[in-house]
């Protein structure tokens, strides 16, 4: 195993160093002062001291104080309003589990007892999870345990039911995923802003309508446009975080793990709750004050800058100034190339050879964000224990596996990161699927352990994939090439439940699939630029 890591070691140090030769003779393109006698050192040089002519973005960010007030209250105020779509895609991992039932000739309280108390004792009637009783026929009556309400018990989704839970967890990711289409283009051509709330409007109003679902087909109809919420939100809240951050910065306020703590008060609150109706209520009552940080979140000004809307861009840096109480007052802004106000789509991703290459091999990690993440979020409903413990101990073990996770990314940066992650899941991923094959002694503490080790590396990776993606494509195509590869990872998102589901009839086919995608991902990445360092660029080359 060492011998391996060494060997992998090598191979990505060669692979940087040529592809900072390939981004430095890339640039060269852009410097017509620069003779071919020059070295790589010097070109660098006069690449950094171009960065800092009066009018980059990253130099304005960087005289308006780089990390300052503006940049922590945009931060908190962010990753704040992530509760509300933390709430709204979590529970439903407690609101489409399936509690425990028996199926048994009587339907009344003393029968439950009777049954929690039985041990599947067929003298008492009582059949755990059986769609029919021994001879043959059809259940008269259904007892759920009355330890959750879900809506499966709400709806009697069980027996040739059962697969409508999973289909409405794909159901909202592939909401999400029509979300991350539509808001990619709508973000590029108005602005971050107005689709950033556009994602709370629609989280909380159908949150509402999920609160008061009398049929699972409302519920489902309900799931599909809170997810569209999500892919909006998902798509603007990188740009408009990493837009206003300095490249030292920007993994720190991308891949802070908010979502995992977020996740870890869900836990709680579902637990207490113990009812899928009064968690949609919740979702909707914390959503109403986000709202308010319309006043508080502004509008990109790279994104102004970028449109030619140059005197809207100036009013915001000056906005920003004050808040920093920076003395700053010359902004030298230029107005930008011709090309800065075409329409650019779907195409520019694959305007070079360089953005080929980043754009599909990103694809495969997408994907395999997708189907990992969600696949093993979705199978703690099957794993051994507590639903609502076990839910706990998959959120607050991600904690520190982000806080790793960036340490890392700033140390040896987001490529060697990315990689190390995606082969601990491969490892791991591979193992639960070779435990759930063999009737191993242990098994289901080994598989619930290593599941935990899966799940916090592959969110680990969720970071600093997300921060390449955003440091790989320059502001006038940065939407629509986070909104595409959330589009892959949406594919792959709706494929997780789904595996999950197949998962009962085929065991360990979740996990050998999430292994052998993400020693896929190990392999693609090899070949991705490392973006450690980069400033953001604003315009194709």
Same mark, same amino acid.
């Given at each position: 195993?060492?011998?391996?890591?060494?060997?992998?070691?090598?191979?990505?140090?060669?692979?940087?160093?040529?592809?900072?030769?390939?981004?430095?003779?890339?640039?060269?393109?852009?410097?017509?002062?620069?003779?071919?006698?020059?070295?790589?050192?010097?070109?660098?040089?006069?690449?950094?001291?171009?960065?800092?002519?009066?009018?980059?973005?990253?130099?304005?960010?960087?005289?308006?104080?780089?990390?300052?007030?503006?940049?922590?209250?945009?931060?908190?105020?962010?990753?704040?309003?992530?509760?509300?779509?933390?709430?709204?895609?979590?529970?439903?991992?407690?609101?489409?589990?399936?509690?425990?039932?028996?199926?048994?000739?009587?339907?009344?309280?003393?029968?439950?007892?009777?049954?929690?108390?039985?041990?599947?004792?067929?003298?008492?009637?009582?059949?755990?999870?059986?769609?029919?009783?021994?001879?043959?026929?059809?259940?008269?009556?259904?007892?759920?345990?009355?330890?959750?309400?879900?809506?499966?018990?709400?709806?009697?989704?069980?027996?040739?039911?059962?697969?409508?839970?999973?289909?409405?967890?794909?159901?909202?990711?592939?909401?999400?995923?029509?979300?991350?289409?539509?808001?990619?283009?709508?973000?590029?051509?108005?602005?971050?802003?107005?689709?950033?709330?556009?994602?709370?409007?629609?989280?909380?109003?159908?949150?509402?309508?999920?609160?008061?679902?009398?049929?699972?087909?409302?519920?489902?109809?309900?799931?599909?446009?809170?997810?569209?919420?999500?892919?909006?939100?998902?798509?603007?809240?990188?740009?408009?975080?990493?837009?206003?951050?300095?490249?030292?910065?920007?993994?720190?306020?991308?891949?802070?793990?908010?979502?995992?703590?977020?996740?870890?008060?869900?836990?709680?609150?579902?637990?207490?709750?113990?009812?899928?109706?009064?968690?949609?209520?919740?979702?909707?009552?914390?959503?109403?004050?986000?709202?308010?940080?319309?006043?508080?979140?502004?509008?990109?000004?790279?994104?102004?800058?970028?449109?030619?809307?140059?005197?809207?861009?100036?009013?915001?840096?000056?906005?920003?100034?004050?808040?920093?109480?920076?003395?700053?007052?010359?902004?030298?802004?230029?107005?930008?190339?011709?090309?800065?106000?075409?329409?650019?789509?779907?195409?520019?991703?694959?305007?070079?050879?360089?953005?080929?290459?980043?754009?599909?091999?990103?694809?495969?990690?997408?994907?395999?964000?997708?189907?990992? &993440?969600? %696949?093993?979020?979705? @199978?703690? !409903?099957?794993?051994?224990? *507590?639903?609502?413990?076990?839910?706990? #101990? +998959?959120?607050?073990?991600?904690?520190?596996?982000?806080?790793?996770?960036?340490?890392?990314?700033?140390?040896?940066?987001?490529?060697?990161?990315?990689?190390?992650?995606?082969?601990?899941?491969?490892?791991?991923?591979?193992?639960?699927?070779?435990?759930?094959?063999?009737?191993?002694?242990?098994?289901?503490?080994?598989?619930?352990?290593?599941?935990?080790?899966?799940?916090?590396?592959?969110?680990?990776?969720?970071?600093?994939?997300?921060?390449?993606?955003?440091?790989?494509?320059?502001?006038?195509?940065?939407?629509?090439?986070?909104?595409?590869?959330?589009?892959?990872? &949406?594919? %792959?998102?709706?494929? @997780?439940? !789904?595996?999950?589901?197949? *998962?009962?009839?085929?065991?360990?086919? #979740? +996990?050998?699939?999430?292994?052998?995608?993400?020693?896929?991902?190990?392999?693609?990445?090899?070949?991705?630029?490392?973006?450690?360092?980069?400033?953001?660029?604003?315009?194709?080359?």
């Amino acid at each position: 195993m060492f011998t391996s890591a060494y060997f992998l070691t090598g191979i990505m140090d060669t692979n940087e160093d040529d592809f900072k030769l390939a981004e430095l003779q890339n640039e060269d393109r852009k410097i017509d002062s620069i003779t071919p006698a020059e070295d790589a050192d010097a070109l660098l040089k006069k690449i950094q001291t171009k960065e800092r002519q009066p009018g980059n973005p990253e130099q304005i960010i960087e005289d308006l104080g780089g990390c300052g007030k503006f940049q922590i209250r945009l931060t908190l105020a962010i990753h704040l309003i992530k509760t509300v779509f933390c709430f709204s895609f979590t529970n439903l991992i407690v609101t489409t589990a399936s509690p425990i039932w028996w199926c048994m000739k009587d339907s009344n309280e003393s029968s439950l007892i009777i049954c929690k108390s039985s041990n599947n004792d067929s003298s008492q009637n009582c059949y755990q999870g059986a769609c029919r009783s021994p001879n043959n026929t059809k259940c008269e009556h259904v007892l759920f345990d009355n330890s959750m309400n879900t809506i499966v018990s709400d709806f009697n989704l069980i027996c040739e039911y059962d697969f409508i839970p999973s289909m409405v967890n794909s159901l909202q990711l592939a909401g999400t995923l029509t979300g991350n289409v539509i808001s990619g283009q709508l973000a590029d051509m108005f602005g971050r802003k107005p689709p950033f709330f556009t994602a709370i409007i629609l989280v909380l109003a159908f949150s509402l309508v999920g609160f008061f679902s009398f049929t699972w087909q409302m519920f489902a109809v309900s799931t599909f446009f809170t997810g569209l919420g999500h892919g909006f939100f998902i798509t603007t809240q990188y740009s408009i975080l990493s837009e206003y951050t300095l490249s030292k910065w920007r993994v720190w306020v991308v891949g802070f793990p908010s979502l995992a703590l977020e996740q870890c008060l869900f836990s709680l609150v579902a637990w207490l709750l113990h009812d899928w109706r009064y968690l949609q209520l919740v979702t909707a009552l914390i959503a109403v004050p986000c709202l308010f940080s319309w006043f508080v979140i502004p509008e990109s000004f790279r994104w102004y800058i970028a449109q030619g809307k140059l005197d809207k861009a100036t009013k915001i840096i000056r906005s920003v100034a004050n808040y920093n109480k920076c003395t700053t007052t010359n902004i030298a802004l230029h107005k930008p190339d011709s090309n800065s106000k075409q329409k650019y789509s779907f195409l520019h991703l694959f305007k070079t050879k360089f953005l080929t290459q980043v754009t599909l091999l990103s694809m495969i990690n997408w994907t395999a964000l997708g189907v990992v &993440g969600y %696949g093993i979020s979705f @199978g703690i !409903q099957s794993l051994s224990g *507590n639903l609502y413990l076990n839910l706990f #101990l +998959f959120c607050i073990t991600s904690v520190p596996s982000r806080a790793v996770a960036i340490f890392l990314s700033n140390r040896i940066g987001r490529r060697k990161t990315s990689i190390l992650f995606f082969a601990v899941v491969g490892i791991t991923g591979i193992t639960v699927g070779i435990l759930q094959t063999l009737d191993v002694q242990h098994k289901d503490m080994l598989t619930n352990v290593l599941a935990i080790v899966a799940n916090t590396s592959i969110g680990a990776a969720w970071g600093t994939v997300q921060t390449m993606t955003v440091e790989l494509y320059p502001t006038v195509i940065r939407n629509i090439g986070f909104g595409t590869l959330s589009l892959t990872g &949406g594919i %792959g998102a709706i494929i @997780g439940p !789904q595996l999950v589901y197949l *998962n009962a009839f085929v065991p360990g086919l #979740l +996990f050998y699939v999430c292994g052998t995608i993400s020693l896929l991902c190990v392999l693609g990445t090899l070949f991705l630029p490392e973006t450690k360092g980069k400033h953001l660029d604003d315009k194709l080359v």
